[in-house]
DNA sequence: CACCATTACTTCACTAGTAAAACACTTGTG
DNA sequence: CACAAGTGTTTTACTAGTGAAGTAATGGTG
């Protein structure tokens, strides 16, 4: 069954004729994530913006949100593939907005936790909603075999690149 | 066959505990794509760097390299997946380089087309090959047939996402 | 031809990201 | 216990990206 080429295919090729004894069989895989992600993030973050936030405001309530507990500044950078300095960022610009806080962390004093306020709650909860809605259509194109298929290769490259995902540390019984 | 969960099949698990009825599903494309795609990046950019380019200037250099010839900065954008403003600033700052040139186009005059030089073909050749044994290296992890089967969804999701790749518009038959 | 709409690109003002350095704290060792 | 090594986070200086505005050119229409 010969495949309209995606533009991984043309570049492969194009590779060919440039270097012919390169392997360029990892562009297969590395790639089209690349690219794929490269789209779809130019495209959901317009939609992230008409519900007032930006890709890293998204990630990190996106974290805060589904983890239901303050987590460490170390945490999130791992949780958003994120720099400490970005982090440090986007903790301060969101706590400024009120949509979370920072709690100093009795246990270590080189951390405080942060948590996501009840504002932050509501506007990550309608955000994530209206993102999950725009991701639906974008992959309107592809039936739910493809999907599943895509989906199942996915999580095996996310497992060959970071293992299983590490529990959240435990919460400690007091914080103030 | 039970397998251990990846970052995304543990933050779905979470948003099913803080909304049940939302439908989580695209997350499996959308968000592993996101994710590893970034996690890609962070260790493909170190890489790059000990080579003499950022990410942004692999990219610019290996699409002229890859095309043969000199393309407008408005192709570059969608080959490169980056805006107007993006292109201008990375194409006058590897001209001060010495690794690309602008020429004259004279079938269009509000447009100039961008060719690379023999230095900055040297230089991303190399630079190309270094990063294609980097991927390699970081899809060790997978065997061929997960390697396939994942790149085959991938290629279905980029040509949903973009259609077929639009061929290089053709080369006027003088360019001064 | 004159004029207007559209297109291609650049400039501008601002924001988000990073590595390295700085600082404070925790843990390990003798 | 004292000190060194290691860790967690923030600060700093700089760079890359963007939308909007600006500029020039092209194409369409009457």
């Known amino acids: ?3 309209t080429p995606d533009i991984i295919s043309a570049a492969r090729g194009q ?3 440039i270097q012919p004894e390169l392997d360029t069989s990892s562009m297969e895989v ?3 994530v690349l690219r794929a992600g490269a789209v779809l993030r130019q495209r959901l ?3 992230l913006g008409d519900e007032g936030l930006n890709r890293a405001e998204f990630d990190l309530l996106s974290a805060l949100r ?3 507990e303050p987590v460490t500044p170390g945490r999130l950078n791992s949780l958003m593939v994120a720099s400490g300095a970005a982090t440090t960022k986007r903790v301060k610009q969101l706590a400024e907005r009120g949509l979370l806080e920072r709690i100093r962390d009795r246990h270590d004093r080189r951390s405080a936790r942060v948590r996501i306020t009840d504002h932050g709650a509501e506007l990550i909860d309608r955000a ?3 993102n999950l809605e725009a991701e639906r ?3 309107a194109g592809m039936n739910t075999k493809q999907r599943e298929a895509v989906a199942g290769g996915l999580a095996e ?3 060959s690149l970071e293992g299983s995902p590490a529990p959240a540390p435990p919460a400690p019984s007091q914080l103030e």
Do not use: P, Y
Request: glycine share 8%; charged share 40%; no cysteine.
């Open 1 to 3: 069954m010969k495949r």
């Open 15 to 17: 590779w060919k004729e």
């Open 30 to 32: 590395v790639g089209r």
């Open 45 to 47: 973050d317009t939609i």
């Open 66 to 68: 589904r983890s239901g």
């Open 128 to 130: 994530f909603a209206r």
């Open 137 to 139: 259509e974008l992959l």
């Open 157 to 159: 490259l996310l497992r």
